[in-house]
């Protein structure tokens, strides 16, 4: 019993004293089973190791992607790979049942958004913004726009209970330019895991080694050779470090630190659900924690 209690005691203290963070839930939102993984995946790596619960949703099911295969077999390829992926970052990964390609922003789509994100219980949510070259991309920034405020509000989607918390929504990066550009509001170092994320996203071989070159006009570059091709996908999957993400990273991690940052992935705070604060995006994000 004294035992229990000096932990009890010792939790509290650490609590108290900022030592531990409390686990949060994050909910990463892409369009096809592997765009969270390449916008997201190594602070998804970061945060489920600090004990987040953490899940990847695919609002649809890939079945368009790839030169030579298609339809259902397809989506079951993803499906596999997408679950494979899911384990090596350490999330859950759900994929919707929707067609690859044909994605419009419909009721029935918001309201499965809507589910996902209650029965996750989300305190944050991440998705694309919705200026994108392709439509599936843009229609998932509208669709979870179109749930963040509706998550709070119970007679919408009535059987599955609503958030009392409005969660914090943020956008992955883009480099579109028109009608805005990304504002990178917080950036994460990733340098630690990107060999752990280019592990995962290896997962997505029919992506990653066989449709993206293909539809890209690189096939030709893909390694035949299987610890090649993971050299080779680190190179053509690391995200470029733009003026304005450096930038970030000096207010975040000082600019010592930031000078020796090679990979990272920023976030925008989007102007829908709760607006937070700088200390807020450091409880959220506890490896800025100064
Ligand atoms: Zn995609």
Excluded at 7 to 32: D, E, F
Excluded at 51 to 63: E, I, P, R
Excluded at 234 to 243: D, G, V, W
Aim: glycine letters at 6%.
């Amino acid at each position: 019993m004294k035992r229990i209690l000096s932990i009890a005691i010792l939790i509290t203290c650490c609590v108290l004293s900022g030592h531990t963070q409390t686990p949060l839930r994050v909910i990463m939102i892409g369009a096809h089973p592997d765009d969270c993984d390449q916008d997201g995946g190594g602070t998804a790596i970061l945060l489920s190791s600090m004990g987040y619960a953490v899940k990847f949703v695919a609002v649809t099911n890939g079945d368009a992607g790839h030169q030579s295969e298609g339809g259902g077999m397809l989506a079951k390829r993803r499906f596999a790979e997408a679950q494979e992926a899911g384990k090596r970052f350490g999330v859950t990964y759900d994929v919707l049942d929707n067609h690859d390609g044909e994605l419009v922003p419909s009721l029935d789509v918001r309201l499965q958004v809507i589910r996902k994100i209650r029965e996750w219980n989300a305190d944050v949510v991440i998705a694309p913004r919705p200026n994108d070259y392709h439509p599936d991309h843009r229609y998932t920034g509208v669709l979870v726009q179109d749930a963040a405020y509706m998550v709070a509000v119970p007679n919408v989607a009535a059987e599955t209970p609503p958030l009392r918390k409005n969660p914090v929504f943020l956008y992955f990066q883009d480099f579109f330019q028109r009608p805005n550009t990304f504002r990178p509001d917080v950036a994460i170092d990733i340098t630690s895991v990107f060999d752990k994320k280019v592990h995962a996203l290896d997962a997505h071989a029919s992506q990653f080694y066989e449709w993206l070159p293909w539809i890209g006009g690189y096939s030709d570059q893909v390694p035949a050779n299987v610890a090649d091709r993971k050299k080779w996908l680190a190179t053509n999957r690391a995200i470029r470090l733009t003026p304005e993400v450096k930038k970030s990273l000096e207010k975040w991690y000082g600019s010592e630190k930031a000078a020796a940052i090679k990979h990272a992935e920023a976030f925008e705070v989007c102007e829908y659900g709760t607006q937070p604060s700088d200390d807020d995006l450091r409880r959220i994000f506890p490896m800025l924690k100064k």
